[in-house]
Structure formats: C-alpha cells, structure tokens
C-alpha cells in the first residue's frame, strides 16, 4: 500500500466513522483514532510520511474555522470568565503541573523540555469533546464553554509550548520576553485576524454567485494561519477572529443561498479532516513506536503518572471554580456548570486530540549545538499516553457518566425559546406585509389577504395560546390539506425528477442543461 492508497482509506474510514458512531454512541474521533491505531500495527501499512511542521498548518486551520462558524463572539463574550479560566489558567497551571511531575520522574530532564510536554498535553481539543458532548443532548452552556475552552487553548498551550522548545534548543530563557512574546503573539493574532475577516468580506460582497465565496472562504483560514505565522503571530488565534468576523457578517446579510452552500461544503470538509487528523494520531503511534524501539515499555509508568496529573488537576480546578462561580448569585454564573453533577461531566468531556500529537511530533531532533533534544522519546510516549488514555477511555465512557450523574438539557426552555424566536419572526412577517400594503395600491386585496392569511396560520401554529379558536380550526384544516398537497406534490415532482434524468441519458441532450433543471426541481423539493 502507497501513501495515497493509505490516505484515500483513511477518508473512507472518516465516512463510514459516522453512522457507526451513531450506532455505537460513540464520538467518531474516538472511532478514527481506533482504526488508525488497527492500521498502525498491520504490516503492509506504512507509516505514513507528513513533516510534523505542516500538520498544524493543514488541519487546524480548517477544523477551526468550522467549529467558529457553528459560534458567535456574543455567545463567548458571555462565558469569558469560564473560558478564560480554563483556555489560560488552566493550561498554565496543567503544563507546570505536568512539568513538575515529569521532572521528579526525570531529575536530569532540562525544566524547559519538561515545560514543553506540559504545554503540548494541557489544551483539551474542541472538535473530539464537543462532536460527543452534542450528541449527548448536555445543555447548550456547557456544550458553550467547552467549545470555547477547545477553541482558545491552543493559543495558550503553542506559545509556552513554543518558548519552551526554544528555550531547550537555544539554552537561553527570558521570563519577561516569554510574557512579551505571549501578548505580542496575541495582539498582532487579533488585529490580523480582524483586518484578513474585513477584507474578505468586502471581496465576498463583490462575489455574485454562492459557489464562488463559498471557495474563497475555505482559503480564508490557511490565509490567516499562515499570516499570522509570518508575523509571529498565533496562527490559531487569527484564525478564530477572522471566522468569528465572517460569521457575523454574514448573519447580518440575507443571502440564503451562500448559507445553504456553505454549510453544506464546511459539514462535508470537516468531517473529512477531522476523520483524517484523528486517524492520523493512530497511524502515527507506529512512529512513535519506531522511535522508541523497545525501550518504550520501561516508559509507561511515567506517562501513566502524567495521565494522573493531567486527568485528577482537571477535575480539581473545575471543583474549585464551580465553587468560587457558584457560590454568589447564580444569576451571574451562566457560563459554569450550576451542579457538581455538571462539573463531573465537563471534567470527564476534557480529551485530548491533533494538537497534542501535532506539537509531540514537531519537537526537534537536535539542539542548535547538534546534540539530541534531551528526553524526546519519553516526552512522545507521555505525550501519546495522554492522548490515547483521553480518547479511548474517557471518550467511550462519556456517555455513562452523562447517564449516572443525569445531565440532561432542558427541552422545555430550548422549545419555549424555539416558539418564541418563530413568534417574533412570523410577527415580523406580518408587520412588514402591512407596511407593504399600505404603501403600494397596486396589490390587489385578495392577494393581501392570502399573503396574510398563510403568515396568521402559522403564528397560530407557533403560538396557540395567542390565536383564537376559530384560527386555531383554520390552522388545523390549512396543515391537512397541506399535508394532501405535500405529497401529491411530492410524487409529482419525482416523476418529472425521472423524465429529466432519463433525458440526461439521451444522445444530444446537453448535460448541464439538465443539471440547471434538477436543481430547481430539488429546490422545489426541498421548499417546505
């Protein structure tokens, strides 16, 4: 098997990850990984061969960009001191946490390589978490924070993971130039990401068909990333500003057709490379292994320690904040969890993912004085430990823990706050249909009121309580007959479906003509 045999069934393995996941109740990162694990110890699979240095560049940048497209800034701004907590507190306090232990294993590993492992295993990845977390129907704040916490730490954990490893290469170290570099890293991050968000919108303005921007955002994050880089920017963190920007520039116009598109392709490309990241932490245990030789047994005992320290500070730092944020007024803590029971599973959801592997994999072979990264063999394993434990234990078992402590969302609230959202939009509807009556005399009444008549019927179906009986009877008559007509409609529509496709197949019948005509039936199809 060659490297492209080996990446095509890896995406095939990211296709087919999906509804075995859904059948088994698992997350597909934690099923990729799985069978990247079975593809690494199968003989006539390859190792596969990717420079450690580009993996952040190829897949974060994308998987990124598709969980900030899902957000907004508001919805972060709103749990700020939760994702602060974590994104920032949290990660220092991990890697030192780390650091100290794996030094006490390891008395003659330099601090600064022991800083490095505890960088490159603190952040917890947003897309294995939240993908599971979604499914588990938990509610949406901590589903909220927990994307946030995914997204934000990896800022985080690459620059002190960064100084770290320069710290060892160089033997020189600057507490005060690390803290510069920190928020210099990420000033220029923002303010790139902000100016890159507003250029490409105003050129995605000047773009008339859907396909087009579509295409241009998904150069967007690469664009981003790799700027920010340039400048020695965090990469990451531009590329969450310019897709927070896009995301809010683009609710803001009404362009539905772009939205369908995008959606569609941004689902499609991040169930492709998220599958193939995390089949990738698989295939690269072989790496691992074949850099360790033998001798990675008589490392499992410190990995496993770190595991301990990484898994057992978590759970601590969730208790005491749960209990410094809820110990006041409950009304000001909306972005923490309300209940120990809440704290438990936002520990347990904390796995591990690409990041990790990806800064394990990109530690240096020598020091600028030619002589071997001190400890990088057990820094790899510990830090595969990591990942492998968080992925393939806590993640299968995420959903019992959600069963045993019985965190649930409340569908109520979401079907009120469903209801109401319907209600003010349809009210809207109504709203502007006056104002376009009253201003034009060339609409003819009978059209006025059948515009109208629709747009009350489904205000009463929203909203019952605020209808009388009478529309009440004419909502419940208008939903048979459309039902009636939904379905004559239908086998209509499928048949005219069949006569331009066996046209297709017809000799001298222009395939794009047909094509154009399909996706106006399927638009019609789709119409609810």
Same mark, same amino acid.
């Given at each position: 098997?060659?490297?492209?045999?080996?990446?095509?069934?890896?995406?095939?393995?990211?296709?087919?990850?999906?509804?075995?996941?859904?059948?088994?109740?698992?997350? +597909?990162?934690?099923?990729?990984?799985?069978?990247?694990?079975?593809?690494?110890?199968? +003989?006539?699979?390859?190792?596969?061969?990717?420079?450690?240095?580009?993996?952040?560049?190829?897949?974060?940048? +994308?998987?990124?960009?598709?969980?900030?497209?899902?957000?907004?800034?508001?919805?972060?701004?709103?749990?700020?001191?939760?994702?602060?907590?974590?994104?920032? %507190?949290?990660?220092?306090?991990?890697?030192?946490?780390?650091?100290?232990?794996?030094? /006490?294993?390891?008395?003659?590993?330099?601090?600064?390589?022991?800083?490095?492992?505890?960088?490159?295993?603190?952040?917890?990845?947003?897309?294995? /978490?939240?993908?599971?977390?979604?499914?588990?129907?938990?509610?949406?704040?901590?589903?909220?924070?927990?994307?946030?916490?995914?997204?934000?730490?990896?800022?985080?954990?690459?620059?002190?993971?960064?100084?770290?490893v320069e710290a060892v290469v160089t033997g020189h170290f600057s507490a005060w130039r690390a803290v510069g570099a920190f928020l210099l890293s990420a000033?220029?991050?923002?303010?790139?990401?902000?100016?890159?968000?507003?250029?490409?919108?105003?050129?995605?303005?000047?773009?008339?068909?859907?396909?087009?921007?579509?295409?241009?955002?998904?150069?967007?994050?690469?664009?981003?990333?790799?700027?920010?880089? %340039?400048?020695?920017?965090?990469?990451?963190?531009?590329?969450?500003?310019?897709?927070?920007?896009?995301?809010?520039?683009?609710?803001?116009?009404?362009?539905?057709?772009?939205?369908?598109?995008?959606?569609?392709?941004?689902?499609?490309?991040?169930?492709?490379?998220?599958?193939?990241?995390?089949?990738?932490?698989?295939?690269?245990?072989?790496?691992?292994?074949?850099?360790?030789?033998?001798?990675?047994?008589?490392?499992?005992?410190?990995?496993?320690?770190?595991?301990?320290?990484?898994?057992?500070?978590?759970?601590?730092?969730?208790?005491?904040?749960?209990?410094?944020?809820?110990?006041?007024?409950?009304?000001?803590?909306?972005?923490?969890?309300?209940?120990?029971?809440?704290?438990?599973?936002?520990?347990?959801?904390?796995?591990?993912?690409?990041?990790?592997v990806a800064l394990a994999l990109a530690l240096p072979l020598t020091t600028e004085h030619g002589a071997a990264f001190p400890y990088r063999s057990e820094?790899?394993?510990?830090?595969?430990?990591?990942?492998?434990?968080?992925?393939?234990?806590?993640?299968?078992?995420?959903?019992?823990?959600?069963?045993?402590?019985?965190?649930?969302?409340?569908?109520?609230?979401?079907?009120?706050?469903?209801?109401?959202?319907?209600?003010?939009?349809?009210?809207?509807?109504?709203?502007?249909?006056?104002?376009?009556?009253?201003a034009r005399d060339d609409v003819p009444d009978e059209v006025y009121e059948r515009l109208r008549g629709a747009v009350v019927q489904r205000l009463a179906?929203?909203?019952?309580? %605020?209808?009388?009986?009478?529309?009440?009877?004419?909502?419940?008559?208008?939903?048979?007959?459309?039902?009636?007509?939904?379905?004559?409609?239908?086998?209509?529509?499928?048949?005219?479906?069949?006569?331009?496709?066996?046209?297709?197949?017809?000799?001298?019948?222009? +395939?794009?003509?047909?094509?154009?005509?399909?996706?106006?039936?399927?638009?019609?199809?789709?119409?609810?």
């Amino acid at each position: 098997m060659d490297q492209l045999a080996l990446l095509f069934v890896v995406l095939l393995g990211a296709v087919l990850a999906e509804p075995l996941s859904r059948r088994f109740g698992v997350a +597909p990162a934690v099923t990729m990984t799985v069978f990247g694990c079975v593809l690494a110890v199968i +003989p006539a699979v390859p190792n596969i061969r990717i420079e450690p240095r580009l993996i952040l560049p190829l897949v974060l940048p +994308p998987l990124l960009y598709a969980a900030a497209r899902r957000t907004s800034f508001r919805e972060f701004a709103a749990s700020w001191q939760a994702i602060t907590a974590r994104a920032v %507190a949290l990660v220092l306090v991990t890697a030192a946490a780390v650091a100290a232990a794996f030094h /006490a294993l390891h008395v003659a590993v330099p601090v600064a390589a022991a800083v490095a492992l505890g960088a490159l295993v603190a952040p917890p990845d947003p897309i294995a /978490a939240t993908a599971l977390a979604s499914r588990l129907g938990l509610p949406r704040r901590l589903v909220s924070v927990l994307e946030g916490e995914g997204l934000f730490n990896d800022v985080t954990a690459i620059v002190v993971y960064g100084v770290a490893v320069e710290a060892v290469v160089t033997g020189h170290f600057s507490a005060w130039r690390a803290v510069g570099a920190f928020l210099l890293s990420a000033l220029v991050a923002v303010a790139g990401g902000t100016v890159l968000g507003w250029a490409a919108s105003r050129l995605m303005e000047r773009l008339d068909e859907a396909v087009w921007k579509v295409a241009f955002s998904l150069l967007v994050p690469f664009a981003a990333y790799g700027l920010a880089e %340039a400048f020695d920017a965090s990469g990451v963190l531009a590329v969450l500003v310019s897709a927070l920007y896009l995301t809010e520039q683009a609710a803001a116009t009404d362009d539905s057709s772009y939205r369908l598109v995008g959606d569609s392709v941004w689902d499609v490309i991040e169930l492709l490379v998220s599958g193939f990241a995390f089949g990738l932490i698989g295939l690269e245990l072989a790496t691992v292994l074949a850099t360790t030789g033998t001798s990675w047994t008589g490392m499992l005992g410190s990995a496993a320690a770190v595991v301990a320290v990484v898994v057992l500070l978590r759970l601590a730092w969730l208790l005491v904040t749960w209990w410094a944020f809820t110990r006041g007024d409950r009304e000001h803590t909306v972005d923490e969890p309300y209940t120990w029971q809440e704290t438990i599973v936002t520990w347990w959801a904390g796995m591990r993912g690409v990041a990790s592997v990806a800064l394990a994999l990109a530690l240096p072979l020598t020091t600028e004085h030619g002589a071997a990264f001190p400890y990088r063999s057990e820094i790899m394993v510990t830090a595969f430990g990591v990942v492998l434990f968080t992925l393939l234990v806590q993640g299968p078992t995420l959903p019992l823990v959600v069963r045993w402590t019985g965190v649930t969302a409340d569908t109520a609230v979401e079907r009120r706050l469903e209801r109401e959202l319907v209600t003010r939009v349809l009210r809207a509807e109504l709203a502007r249909l006056k104002e376009i009556a009253g201003a034009r005399d060339d609409v003819p009444d009978e059209v006025y009121e059948r515009l109208r008549g629709a747009v009350v019927q489904r205000l009463a179906q929203a909203d019952p309580e %605020a209808a009388d009986e009478e529309v009440l009877a004419g909502a419940r008559r208008t939903m048979r007959k459309a039902g009636m007509m939904r379905e004559i409609q239908q086998d209509v529509l499928a048949a005219g479906r069949r006569e331009a496709l066996a046209a297709r197949r017809e000799t001298g019948m222009p +395939p794009d003509l047909v094509d154009r005509l399909m996706r106006r039936l399927d638009m019609r199809t789709a119409r609810p």
